[in-house]
C-alpha cells in the first residue's frame, strides 16, 4: 500500500540532499539509505562513524523481512519499475538465465574490504542515483555523460527486463539476500517446520567461495604496480590503491568544492580511477585553508573526515619550485607567494655562495595547497604541485 509513496520520498529526499540541504546531509543519507556503503567503508577504514550506525535501522528491517529495502524504500528499483512498465507485457520476460552476480559482488566486496580494497561498492544504487543528481545540475561535459550512463542503463535494461537489475545485478539487493541467507543460518527454525540440510551446506559453501574470491581479487588489486602515474587527490584521501575503490564517484565532493579544482578524472592512467575525484590546478585556484566540504560529503570515507585545525596534516602534494625561472633568482624583488602561504611554509633564503635569493620551502608545513601558485606574477611555470612519491 505504501510501497511507490515510500520510495518517491526516498527519490525526493536525494533530490532536496544534493540541492536543497546543508552539504553535510548527503553522507547520512547515503548511508542511511544503503547499509552496504556504510558496512563496506566501515569495514575497510576500520572506523565506525555516526553515520555507518543510522544503517542500522534498514539493517534490522531487511533481517526481519527478506528485500525490505527493495520492496518499500529504494527510489531506484521505482526507477526500474516505471521503466519497465514502457515495455508492456513483453517486459515479462524470466530472469533466470542470468546468475545472482549482485550476490557474489556483494560478498566478494566486504571481503575485499577487509584487505583494503572493495571490488563494486562504485555500484552501489544508491550512489549511482546520486551520482546521476549530482551531474543533472552540472554544464555538458563527458564527466556528465559518464556519470548519468550507469543510471541510464539501468533503466534501458528494464525496459525488456523489469527486474534485472534487481533480481540479478544489484550489489545492494545481494547484500540483502546475503543477511537472509546469514539469519537463516544463524536463527534457529521454528517448531514443526523443516529447514533443508541441503540449503545450509549451498549458502556456507557460496559465502566460503566469495570470501575467498574477495580476498584473493582484493589482495591482487592492492598489489597491482604503482608504475602509472600518481594523481593529486583531496585532502584527507586514504591511500591511492583503496581510494580509487572505496570513492563511489557520486560526485558530491566535485559539486561542492568552491574553487572548482575537483575534477572527475575521465582519463586516468588506469580503469580502477576512472571518475575518481582529482585536483588540477589548472584554473590557478587553490585549496584554501578554512575549507573541508568534500570531507563533509564524501559517503564511504574515501575522503576521511577532518577538522579545520587538521586541515595542515592533510597532505595533497609536494610543492616544487623551478628556482632559475623565480623573480628572486633573477635579481627582482618578489615575495608574492611568501605572504600568501597561509600555512607560513615558505621563505627566503639568500646563498652567499651564488649570491642569489631563492624561495624554500618547509616540507613539514607545506600541505601542497597550491594557493602560492596564482600569486606568482612570471608568465613561466615557476611553482607545480606533484603527487607525493612521484
Given at each position: 500500500m505504501f510501497r511507490r509513496p515510500l520510495r518517491m520520498a526516498a527519490l525526493a529526499l536525494a533530490v532536496l540532499a544534493v540541492f536543497f540541504l546543508p552539504v553535510g546531509w548527503v553522507p547520512y543519507i547515503v548511508r542511511t539509505l544503503s547499509p552496504f556503503v556504510g558496512l563496506t567503508s566501515?569495514?575497510?577504514?576500520?572506523?565506525?562513524?555516526?553515520?555507518?550506525?543510522?544503517?542500522?535501522?534498514?539493517l534490522l528491517l531487511i533481517l526481519r523481512r527478506k528485500?525490505?529495502?527493495?520492496?518499500?524504500?529504494?527510489?531506484?528499483?521505482?526507477?526500474?519499475?516505471?521503466?519497465?512498465?514502457?515495455?508492456?507485457?513483453?517486459?515479462?520476460?524470466?530472469?533466470?538465465?542470468?546468475?545472482?552476480?549482485?550476490?557474489?559482488?556483494?560478498?566478494?566486496?566486504?571481503?575485499?574490504?577487509?584487505?583494503?580494497?572493495?571490488?563494486?561498492?562504485?555500484?552501489?544504487?544508491?550512489?549511482?542515483?546520486?551520482?546521476?543528481?549530482?551531474?543533472?545540475?552540472?554544464?555538458?561535459?563527458?564527466?556528465?555523460?559518464?556519470?548519468?550512463?550507469?543510471?541510464?542503463?539501468?533503466g534501458l535494461i528494464s525496459i525488456p527486463f523489469p527486474h534485472l537489475w534487481c533480481g540479478r545485478f544489484c550489489p545492494l539487493g545481494g547484500f540483502q539476500d546475503l543477511l537472509t541467507d546469514i539469519r537463516s543460518l544463524l536463527v534457529p527454525r521454528e517448531k514443526g517446520t523443516v529447514q533443508k540440510g541441503?540449503?545450509?551446506v549451498d549458502i556456507m559453501r557460496r559465502?566460503?567461495?566469495?570470501?575467498?574470491?574477495?580476498?584473493?581479487?582484493?589482495?591482487c588489486g592492492r598489489g597491482l604496480?604503482?608504475?602509472?602515474?600518481?594523481?593529486l587527490r583531496p585532502p584527507g584521501a586514504v591511500e591511492e590503491?583503496?581510494?580509487?575503490?572505496?570513492?563511489?564517484?557520486?560526485?558530491?565532493?566535485?559539486?561542492?568544492?568552491?574553487?572548482?579544482?575537483?575534477?572527475?578524472?575521465?582519463?586516468p592512467p588506469d580503469l580502477p580511477g576512472c571518475l575518481a575525484p582529482r585536483l588540477s590546478f589548472d584554473n590557478l585556484r587553490g585549496c584554501v585553508s578554512d575549507c573541508k566540504a568534500c570531507s563533509d560529503v564524501c559517503p564511504s570515507g574515501a575522503i576521511s573526515n577532518f577538522?579545520?585545525?587538521?586541515?595542515?596534516?592533510?597532505?595533497?602534494?609536494?610543492?616544487?619550485?623551478?628556482?632559475?625561472?623565480?623573480?628572486?633568482?633573477?635579481?627582482?624583488?618578489?615575495?608574492?607567494?611568501?605572504?600568501?602561504?597561509?600555512?607560513?611554509?615558505?621563505?627566503?633564503?639568500?646563498?652567499?655562495?651564488?649570491?642569489?635569493?631563492?624561495?624554500?620551502?618547509?616540507?613539514?608545513?607545506c600541505n601542497g595547497c597550491g594557493l602560492c601558485l596564482k600569486a606568482c606574477p612570471t608568465e613561466e611555470i615557476v611553482m607545480r604541485i606533484q603527487p607525493v612519491g612521484s
Open positions: 566501515s569495514i575497510c577504514t576500520r572506523t565506525v562513524s555516526i553515520t555507518a550506525l543510522l544503517s542500522l535501522p534498514i528485500r525490505w529495502f527493495c520492496q518499500r524504500l529504494c527510489p531506484v528499483g521505482l526507477i526500474c519499475e516505471g521503466c519497465g512498465k514502457l515495455g508492456g507485457k513483453k517486459s515479462r520476460r524470466s530472469i533466470k538465465w542470468c546468475p545472482a552476480l549482485g550476490r557474489w559482488g556483494a560478498i566478494g566486496t566486504l571481503a575485499a574490504a577487509a584487505v583494503g580494497f572493495p571490488l563494486v561498492l562504485a555500484l552501489d544504487p544508491i550512489a549511482i542515483l546520486f551520482a546521476a543528481i549530482n551531474a543533472a545540475g552540472q554544464p555538458g561535459t563527458w564527466a556528465v555523460g559518464l556519470a548519468l550512463a550507469p543510471l541510464l542503463l539501468i541441503g540449503r545450509r559465502s566460503f567461495i566469495g570470501v575467498a574470491l574477495g580476498t584473493l581479487i582484493g589482495k604496480p604503482a608504475n602509472s602515474p600518481k594523481r590503491q583503496t581510494f580509487k575503490s572505496l570513492c563511489v564517484r557520486c560526485g558530491s565532493c566535485t559539486r561542492v568544492c568552491p574553487t572548482r579544482i575537483l575534477t572527475p578524472d575521465i582519463n577538522t579545520i585545525e587538521e586541515k595542515p596534516l592533510q597532505t595533497i602534494g609536494r610543492l616544487v619550485i623551478d628556482h632559475e625561472a623565480c623573480l628572486l633568482f633573477q635579481d627582482t624583488e618578489c615575495g608574492f607567494c611568501l605572504d600568501l602561504c597561509p600555512y607560513k611554509a615558505l621563505r627566503s633564503e639568500f646563498s652567499r655562495e651564488t649570491w642569489t635569493a631563492s624561495v624554500v620551502v618547509a616540507a613539514d608545513q
